[in-house]
């Protein structure tokens, strides 16, 4: 399958995002392009630093291989693998790419939709801090992940905290210093609309923890009815 993202998540333009990978002291918002909507503050530090608790509870219960999707500079990767998992992760963006593979942490610089290794052997898949929103097209998306996962393998997804929130449209990263990303498609989705997304998966657990809001979906090829 290959169904390239033509926009990515805070590159082009001043490279807001490039500039907090490399340490710049800056904070940053998602801000709708077409809209006078004030823009959402993204949580770099946290991002950008090790896995706290509910990160790694995220990790209870899944197996190996374990691929995170747009997994930036690494922190689940490092927090997957010191549990004892067999844990790569996949980036287009070059900086978040750099970044991982300085720590020693094994990226793959590639779009999800691009030919990947084990397609269809992938025991555990993650879609965190929003990365749900990679391409502007959740159902597209979660084929993907339907495509890359063996028979009876996990996909967790952190959705937003609104679980009614459904939408997509075109967004900036804008630093605090005032620069902006280029234009990219995205979509902001809560847990409704994910579970409406999902039907090739089993919904095995739904739970929200420290204002975070997580699915955890099993792709069950042989059939089975979704608990929703």
Same mark, same amino acid.
């Given at each position: 399958m290959s169904t390239p993202v033509v926009a990515r998540f805070?590159?082009?333009?001043? =490279?807001?995002?490039? /500039?907090?990978?490399?340490?710049?002291?800056?904070?940053?918002?998602?801000?709708? %392009?077409?809209?006078?909507q004030r823009g959402e503050r993204l949580d770099v530090q946290r991002w950008t630093t090790g896995a706290d608790a509910t990160d790694r509870a995220v990790l209870h219960g899944l197996a190996s291989p374990l691929l995170d999707i747009g997994s930036g500079p690494g922190r689940m990767i490092r927090a997957a693998i010191a549990a004892g998992l067999d844990a790569y992760g996949v980036d287009a963006d070059a900086a978040a790419v750099r970044a991982a593979r300085a720590a020693g942490l094994p990226v793959l610089d590639a779009d999800v939709f691009d030919a990947l290794p084990l397609t269809g052997e992938w025991s555990s898949l993650l879609l965190l801090d929003g990365n749900i929103g990679i391409g502007g097209d959740v159902p597209a998306?979660?084929?993907?992940?339907? =495509?890359?996962?063996?028979?009876?393998?996990?996909?967790?997804?952190? %959705? /937003?905290? /609104?679980?009614?929130? /459904? !939408?997509?449209? =075109?967004?900036?990263?804008?630093?605090?210093?005032?620069? !902006?990303?280029?234009?990219?498609?995205?979509?902001?989705?809560?847990?409704?609309?994910?579970?409406?997304?999902?039907? =090739?998966?089993v919904v095995e657990r739904v739970w929200e923890t420290e204002g975070r809001s997580f699915v955890r979906l099993r792709i069950t090829r042989s059939g089975g009815a979704a608990a929703r």
């Open positions: 805070g590159s082009g333009g001043a =490279e807001p995002w490039a /500039d907090a990978l490399r340490g710049a002291a800056v904070s940053l918002e998602l801000v709708p %392009t077409a809209s006078a998306l979660l084929a993907r992940c339907a =495509e890359l996962l063996r028979d009876g393998g996990a996909l967790v997804v952190e %959705t /937003d905290p /609104d679980p009614a929130r /459904d !939408e997509v449209a =075109e967004y900036r990263v804008r630093a605090s210093h005032g620069g !902006e990303s280029d234009p990219f498609p995205w979509s902001r989705v809560g847990r409704r609309a994910l579970l409406r997304a999902a039907r =090739e998966f």
